[in-house]
Each structure stands twice: as C-alpha cells, then as structure tokens.
C-alpha cells in the first residue's frame, strides 16, 4: 500500500490471459478494481448491465463490487492482461473507464509488471502507480480527422510508412498534416508514424515467438541489421535485450 497525493493506492497481482479456443468471460464479483487490457483478438464483457465490445489496443477499468461476465463468446485466439489493485479514490486519478493507451508503453509496462511482481515487488508497485496516473492525466483527443489519421497509420504500421503517403492519403500537404498533429498530438507527423510502428514492433516481440530476422521481415525491412538498428535507435535497446529484459510471467487460460 503506497499513498500519493492522499489516495491510497496497492497493486495486487497480475497475469496474461491466453486462449486458442472459442472462450467466454465468467461471472464474477471481486473485491478490488481490474484493468483489463487486450492484447489479441475480442473480449467481450459486461459490468453491470453495461456491456462493452473491446479489440486489440483497447482497455477497459472494472470497478470493485460490481458483478462482471462475458456476454458472448469470442472466437479464436484471444489474449489480454488483468491486473487487480485497490484505490481509494478513483476519481481522484483521473484514470478512464475506457480507453486506447499508447500500445507500445502499455506493453512495456505490463510486461515490466509481471517480471517485478516476482523479482522486486516494491518496485512494481511504483511502476504501476506511474502508469495508472499518467493514464489518467493523458489528453482527451477530439479532433475526429486527426484520429482518422492515427487510425490509418496504426493500421499500415507493419509497413515503412512515408509522411507524404500519409499525407496524400488525407489530402494534405505534408507540412499542414505535421502541423495539425503536432497540435493534437505534440508530436509531427514523422514521429507518430514512428511511435505506431513501434508499438507494432514491441508487439510482436513481447507476444510472438517469431526469431527478429522473422519479425524485420514482417515489418517490411530490408534485413535483420537494418531492424535492429532502426529499433535500437528509437528504444535505446536492441529487440533481443528488450525480449530478455522480462521473463517473469504469469499465464492462464481459463
């Protein structure tokens, strides 16, 4: 249990659901607050009798004491996060019922989550607090073309994306596109189709069993060297090192 800014906050424990087979939610009361995160395929819930139809990227907050369950079955492979925690204060966090986090982050800090909540508790509490406040203070984006475009680049992130392409796409000059998501996003175009290629990277490292020549090879580069540089670049790390850097994980299936 830590205290920040008066609410009290405790991260419980954590996991990464899995299912190959056609699956539905169970119904469910629990006594602590769940961050459901999808990491493949649909998950399809109820809180309440408020039903919610969650893709790949989206995460959703379940409240304590408030029954749960699927409402129909999701077919294929399925995969998400669960974490539980206590807060004193929601509202006070800001952080959204629902919302569409930046997926590289995400990934990064749930995978850093399940290695920590083995190897050093303490600090996983600390990094689930900065995840859970730095949701909950992220901007609201209204503007609906800038999330057209967001859209089209997470879409073709498997692909080396130019920022005319994009441009074109939407019928912009490439300076008025950088100007416009600088504006909504505080970042130019370059760097956004950067950050969502990066997401779809992290991606595949995190959650595939794919070699990194396999993975550069999907991701449209040249060769493995070409990858590797253009990630270390813009991680800080190679994709090898970031695999390695979280091994401790926690799986189920039911």
Known sequence: MMTIDGVRLSYSN??????????????????????????????HIREGEDEYDLAKGELLLLSAGVEHGGTRISSGRTSFYWLHFTCSDLGAVG???R????????????????????????????SFAR???ECGTEPERGNRRVAEV?????????????????????????DHLSRLLKKELGVDAKA????????YIVSKLLHS????????????????????????????????ALRNKYFHVHLNNK
């Not at 056609?22 to 649909?42: A, K, L, M, R, S």
């Not at 956004?192 to 997401?199: F, Q």
């Open 14 to 43: 954590m996991g990464l659901f899995e299912s190959e087979i056609d699956w539905i939610h169970p119904t469910v009361t629990v006594d602590t607050h769940e961050i459901i995160y999808v990491v493949e395929g649909e998950v």
């Open 95 to 97: 952080f959204p019922k």
């Open 99 to 126: 919302c569409k986090p930046n997926a590289a982050a995400t990934l990064r800090t749930f995978a850093e989550l399940m290695h920590l909540q083995r190897a050093v508790p303490a600090v996983a509490q600390l």
């Open 131 to 133: 995840f859970l406040f």
């Open 150 to 174: 967001c859209e089209y680049m997470r879409l073709n992130s498997g692909r080396a994306l130019s920022v005319t392409e994009v441009a074109e796409r939407f019928g912009y000059s490439a």
């Open 192 to 199: 956004a189709i950067v950050r969502y290629r990066m997401e």
């Open 209 to 240: 069993d794919y070699s990194i020549k396999q993975i550069a090879a999907q991701c449209g580069f040249e060769d493995e060297n070409a990858f590797v540089k253009f990630f270390k670049y813009h991680a800080g790390a190679t994709p090898s």
